[in-house]
């Protein structure tokens, strides 16, 4: 079954005596078939059927079909590539051009995508396109080589996200000057090539009412999202029932090798202090950050 109504000319008796439906995401309702125990899907995932009472609200068995197939050591080959956007070509603007944001400046040009940057301040030069903060060699963007255009300021928020950016990673410090930086106006204009939002920087950057309306008014395609505000968030809070949205608790900087990292940091620093040079990663009051 592909087509998303269940067909008419299928009799209610029928229904009554499946136990085992093969489906992408047509489904009946539970009155309709009581007795269905297990569900195939044709899909990897199970996004599409999320919000169905029948995935929601039942103990019903789904299996995504690649995991079945690998289960059962079953090689079939795919029916359509038409599911698989490919991210060649796509734009990706990263709101916060720090050593988070360079990173996944590195991982999307790795895949082919053109790279926009916004900074909080202007970097009118090479030279200030550099990134003096620790990072591991070969990761990041320490030279501020990838981006093909850079934004910066309050005055060229707008003009940045009105790019038609195919994906807008937010990557900003929380501050006072960030708070609520992308709200229903921003969403307003990311409308335009309904982009899809990922913040790994911080929740209260986002208004949150407004995400959650982008989201159920489908001005944007999705959100992928590690942080929230407030954190954490309430059992209750309708975010959590928002399509089309990927929420972790605050863990996407979580590593078996995070502490190890920071003692380099740490081992990094006392030598330079001990040579009297000026000490990297180093918080600026003024700015918060």
Not at 124 to 151: A, Q, V
Not at 173 to 191: C, D, H, N, V
Not at 233 to 244: F, G, R, V
């Amino acid at each position: 079954m592909y087509a998303n109504k269940i067909p008419a000319d299928i009799p209610a008796e029928t229904w009554q005596e499946v136990t085992i439906l093969f489906t992408w995401k047509s489904f009946p309702t539970r009155e309709l078939a009581p007795n269905i125990k297990y569900v195939q899907l044709l899909s990897a995932g199970c996004n599409q059927i999320l919000d169905l009472p029948l995935f929601r609200d039942t103990d019903i068995s789904f299996f995504p079909e690649y995991l079945e197939n690998q289960r059962m050591a079953k090689w079939v080959d795919p029916v359509s590539d038409d599911d698989t956007e490919d991210a060649v070509g796509l734009r990706v603007g990263i709101l916060g051009y720090g050593c988070v944001g360079r990173q996944c400046a590195r991982v999307a040009k790795a895949f082919g995508m053109d790279v926009y940057a916004y900074t909080l301040h202007e970097r009118p030069t090479p030279e200030s396109r550099k990134d003096d903060s620790f990072i591991e060699p070969g990761l990041g963007d320490p030279n501020g080589e990838f981006p093909s255009k850079w934004f910066f300021g309050p005055d060229q928020l707008n003009d940045f996200l009105a790019s038609d950016l195919d994906l807008l990673v937010i990557s900003l410090p929380g501050t006072e000057t960030t708070r609520r930086m992308i709200a229903r106006e921003q969403f307003k204009l990311l409308s335009k090539k309904r982009t899809y939002v990922s913040n790994v920087g911080r929740g209260s950057i986002v208004d949150t009412d407004d995400l959650v309306d982008a989201l159920d008014q489908g001005l944007i395609r999705g959100a992928a999202i590690d942080v929230t505000e407030p954190e954490p968030l309430p059992a209750d809070h309708k975010l959590w029932k928002c399509k089309n949205l990927i929420l972790t608790p605050h863990c996407s900087g979580n590593s078996n090798h995070y502490y190890e990292r920071i003692c380099k940091i740490l081992a990094y620093n006392l030598a330079r202090r001990s040579r009297g040079e000026p000490l990297i990663n180093k918080v600026d009051r003024s700015l918060g950050y």
